[in-house]
């Protein structure tokens, strides 16, 4: 589990491809290394990734075929740059909102303005998520707990990134054309599809 905080962005210091797996290792600070152990779970631009093995500040992850369908670490490559974040543990504040680190799929941006102070994206997706994104609702992306902007139910949604985001993701470089990994809120996904379900349920008892 997560808050969605990112702690910073880090290197990839090595990436190994072989057929239907990824193995890449990432170079953490002294703060992240701290008590991580092998079989850890840490976010890598908001996937739930499992520690496999460890050289010091040097981590080593492995993203099976699943994962890089669904998300964006199959375009990893090296000196790029990832949103990392330690599982919550027992008594963490959360920051942001609850999550899993299980990413339902990529966005894709659509625009970036970025001028002065104003830093925001517009975020397409497929229009079947819509009716779980909510104007001023939680989502994630790229394992950022963000509040949803104006949304498009056609199939998308603004975020109006404020400075200390730019500083600790890679969400500020984002532009056009740039996917991104997303996370729905859980308990929105629920209260929708169970409001969804009991009508439906009713809606049959009723013929």
Same mark, same amino acid.
């Given at each position: 589990?997560? %808050?969605?905080?990112?702690? %910073?962005?880090?290197? &990839? ?6 057929? *239907?797996?990824?193995?890449?290792? +990432?170079?953490? !600070? ?45 375009? $990893? ?6 949103? &990392? ?17 299980? +990413?339902?799929?990529?966005?894709? &941006? ?5 001028? %002065?102070? +104003? ?26 707990? $963000? ?22 993701? !890679? ?9 991104? !990994?997303?996370?729905?809120? *859980?308990?929105?996904? *629920? ?6 379900? +009991? ?5 049959? *008892?009723?013929?």
């Amino acid at each position: 589990m997560y %808050g969605g905080i990112t702690r %910073g962005t880090f290197p &990839v210091v090595r990436v190994e491809r072989e057929p *239907a797996l990824l193995r890449f290792t +990432v170079g953490l !600070n002294d703060q992240l290394v701290e008590g991580l152990q092998v079989g850890a779970s840490v976010s890598i631009d908001g996937v739930c990734q499992t520690v496999v093995s460890m050289d010091g500040h040097h981590v080593v992850f492995e993203a099976i075929r699943e994962t890089l369908d669904k998300t964006t670490l199959d375009t $990893l490559t090296l000196d790029a740059r990832v949103s &990392v974040e330690r599982s919550l543990r027992a008594g963490d504040e959360i920051g942001g909102h609850e999550l899993a680190g299980h +990413v339902i799929g990529t966005g894709q &941006v659509r625009a970036a303005v970025h001028e %002065g102070h +104003v830093h925001d994206l517009q975020i397409a997706v497929p229009q079947a998520w819509m009716k779980y994104i909510l104007h001023k609702g939680f989502i994630a992306v790229d394992g950022s707990s $963000l509040t949803v902007g104006e949304i498009d139910p056609a199939g998308g949604f603004a975020l109006h990134l404020i400075p200390e985001t730019l500083r600790l993701t !890679n969400l500020g470089r984002k532009q056009p054309g740039d996917r991104v !990994n997303i996370e729905l809120d *859980a308990r929105t996904v *629920a209260i929708v599809d169970t409001v969804e379900r +009991v009508l439906a349920e009713r809606q049959r *008892a009723g013929t």
